[in-house]
């Protein structure tokens, strides 16, 4: 087993079922919710079974999690000013 193994085993074990409540263990792989990645179910129909209830918290955590990604800035690397350089050809 190697110790990415060993901590998802360990996450696992400090996690539920969002539905049930049953805990993770070795024999019960916990799967995350695809959109927000917030809860976790033993199974289909229990993530079926939650939905109702998970889908508006859903919703804003997905949005959440998009909006993090789409405006997270990327590293400056250029060594000027900080300001976009603008090509210009020999005709300009």
Known sequence: ?????DLEGASNMMM?????GIAGADDIKLKKCTAC???RYCGVKCQKEHRPKHKKECKNRAAELRDEILFKQPESRDLGDGLP????????
């Open 16 to 20: 539920y079922c969002a539905a049930c």
């Open 37 to 39: 990645k917030s809860v």
């Open 85 to 92: 350089h603008l090509l210009y050809t020999a005709s300009d």
């Open 1 to 5: 087993m190697s110790a990415n193994e």
